[in-house]
């Protein structure tokens, strides 16, 4: 979030000539916690409630793998990395500085063996990793308006309230898919997206 900027607490052992390592200008470090930290840039986006609530919402078990698209600073992998025991979580995100901060955190937080940051278009996705590989999906759509982030989904490619044209190709059968609800942002009606989520075995986190 935009107001959790790094203050007083510190992690022991906490180096402001490490933190100047991965930072680039206009950057922060937020604390997020839980024993991790996260690289946010103000004036460009911050994550907000609505990734929280999805990352608690959304389940990964031991041994399982997780995806999340349009993951922007990479938040909702390292939040299900710290409360789940799933075995390895991705983000896949199109735009190149928000993949490349993202996977900045992944680094300052050491996560190299259990998050994985990519640059790609949700609408390739398959082409990309390939079919039948994750066993839990999650996507917070883009939905910003004004001065800040996307002010629309076509920008960052495609459609994002076909959940299941999105993960299709990914997603193993049994698969899970959670899907932070934000549809009057985009004219859409919230009913039709919750059903369709439904049917495709979807856990819809209504986080507006």
């Known amino acids: 979030m935009c107001d959790a900027a790094l203050g007083g607490q510190q992690e022991e052992g906490f180096s402001l000539d490490r933190k ?30 609505d990734a929280v609530l999805l990352a608690s919402y959304a ?28 075995e390895h979580f991705s983000g896949l995100e199109i735009q190149e500085y928000s ?16 998050v994985e940051i990519f640059q790609g278009d949700v609408k390739t996705a398959s082409q990309q990793f390939g079919k039948e590989v994750f066993d839990v999906v999650t996507c917070n759509p883009p939905y910003m308006t004004g001065q800040h982030g996307l002010t629309n989904a076509l920008e960052a490619g495609g459609d ?17 898919l959670s899907v932070c609800g934000q ?26």
């Open 99 to 114: 993949a490349e901060m993202a996977q900045r955190s992944v680094r300052y937080n050491h996560l190299e063996n259990d």
């Open 59 to 86: 389940k990964v078990k031991r041994g399982e793998r997780a995806m999340d698209f349009c993951t922007g600073s990479g938040i909702v992998p390292i939040l299900l990395k710290a409360k789940t025991n799933g």
């Open 183 to 208: 549809g009057a942002e985009h004219g859409a009606d919230r009913g039709d997206e919750r059903r369709e989520s439904e049917n495709y075995r979807g856990e819809t986190a209504d986080c507006v």
């Open 160 to 176: 994002f309230f076909d959940a299941e044209k999105i993960s299709s190709g990914t997603k193993k059968d049994a698969a899970r």
């Open 20 to 49: 100047e390592e991965f930072l680039k200008p206009g950057e922060r470090l937020d604390d997020l916690q839980n024993g991790y930290w996260m690289i946010q840039n103000p004036s460009l986006f911050c994550y907000g409630i």
